[in-house]
């Protein structure tokens, strides 16, 4: 509530309570992107919202600041049992900024009668730098340009010198630097977060530093050491007892794999990550596996398989209006249907394509034109992408172009 310059505070606290509930392990906690994902989620009735979410509870509130004060109000209704089961409404100080999200997560874990394997730890207990923390935060989830990544840097690193502890501040970082194609000051970044989180015996911002090192080696191709840093990452995550982090980690690994040509491992660490995920009740990454296991199968040249689990995916995706990868199952599961000699319909992948262009995820519809191009044997859709590509460069920096062109997809 109030004034729409303060709206940071609200979305920087609701995501590190959702990074928080997760981290407990024993529920799965929706993102705030898939939240955002559906029409007016804000306008729908707890059991509608609950219903598409695939979850049980729903945690409602609000926050609004006041000069140097913070009025706070959190619901807790169990759609199941239909009744709150927790809510509560205070006030806080400025200078207790920090302990916002800390009550908050404590308040909800307790009244879902779980607590985390390992106790949290209060990250920092300095309010500026955790303005700072959330304004960047923030700042990069809702960026427009460049110069607004390079400003949300700018706010993560002010947060950082600030108070050191704040590793989440420099994750964010490190992940600018990445995809901004800066290989060297995300290695740099990523082992700063791992050296200080070993020194002070932080396994949470030890399997940070693990995967940020891991992801730029697997871009960087040296598949030996992204496993390496995976598989610590992994082990991590378990003693944490953070079943989505886990599922996350086992997910990676299978990319590495994957991209290192082993179908076979890569297929034996998806369905692990698979199975956690059906086991906590996320629909949208068990759709995910099912995908990502049938597009495995695919490139092994296993087309019946790849159908099952191609098919399995669609139709959960279906089921529960999941749209962000729906392109690609589409195309890979004509694809199949090709290589098995049955009748595909051209139709459902211009439908999907159509889909992928509304999501303005450009990556992907080069990939979707890229792909059209081996299901018709016509090398007119790949010239489209070729063209598509020159046409995005022309509007970026030479230097930013040049990293671009350097990725796999170009």
């Not at 394997?117 to 427009?144: C, D, H, V, W």
Request: proline letters at 1%; hydrophobic letters at 35%.
């Amino acid at each position: 509530k109030g004034d729409d310059k303060d709206i940071f505070y609200a979305y920087g606290i609701s995501a590190d309570l959702i990074k928080d509930c997760s981290g407990a392990g024993l529920i799965r906690v929706e993102s705030l992107d898939n939240i955002e994902k559906i029409e007016n989620w804000d306008k729908l009735k707890a059991d509608e919202l609950a219903s598409k979410l695939s979850v049980r509870y729903i945690a409602t509130g609000s926050l609004w600041k006041m000069d140097d004060m913070f009025q706070l109000s959190i619901e807790l209704y169990d759609t199941q049992e239909s009744k709150v089961v927790w809510s509560d409404r205070w006030e806080e100080d400025w200078d207790n900024l920090s302990l916002i999200k800390r009550n908050l997560s404590d308040g909800l874990l307790k009244a879902l009668d779980t607590k985390p394997k390992i106790g949290q730890k209060i990250e920092t207990s300095n309010s500026e730098a955790y303005e700072y923390y959330l304004k960047g935060k923030y700042k990069m989830r809702f960026r427009q340009n460049l110069e607004d990544s390079e400003i949300a840097k700018g706010l993560l690193q002010q947060s950082f010198d600030l108070d050191n502890s704040l590793v989440d501040a420099k994750k964010i970082i490190g992940w600018i630097y990445l995809n901004q194609g800066d290989f060297d000051k995300t290695m740099e970044t990523f082992t700063s977060i791992l050296n200080q989180s070993e020194k002070n015996n932080d396994k949470y911002g030890t399997g940070i530093g693990c995967i940020g090192i891991g992801a730029v080696h697997l871009v960087r191709g040296d598949y030996e050491k992204a496993l390496i840093f995976g598989q610590r990452s992994l082990i991590i995550q378990e003693e944490l007892g953070n079943l989505e982090e886990v599922a996350s980690c086992l997910g990676g690994i299978s990319v590495v794999y994957d991209w290192s040509g082993n179908y076979d491992k890569a297929l034996k660490y998806c369905n692990k990550a698979t199975k956690i995920m059906e086991e906590i009740g996320d629909i949208m990454r068990v759709a995910g596996g099912y995908n990502h296991s049938g597009v495995l199968h695919y490139n092994k040249g296993a087309y019946d398989k790849a159908l099952i689990h191609l098919e399995r995916s669609l139709s959960i995706q279906n089921e529960h209006s999941i749209v962000a990868i729906k392109y690609e199952t589409t195309i890979y599961l004509q694809l199949t249907y090709k290589k098995l000699g049955n009748n595909y319909d051209i139709q459902e992948v211009h439908q999907a394509i159509k889909q992928q262009k509304l999501l303005k995820e450009f990556d992907k519809n080069f990939r979707c034109q890229y792909h059209l191009s081996h299901l018709l044997e016509d090398t007119s859709y790949l010239e489209t992408a070729y063209n598509q590509i020159q046409e995005l460069i022309d509007n970026l920096e030479p230097d930013v172009a040049a990293k671009f062109l350097s990725y796999p997809i170009p």
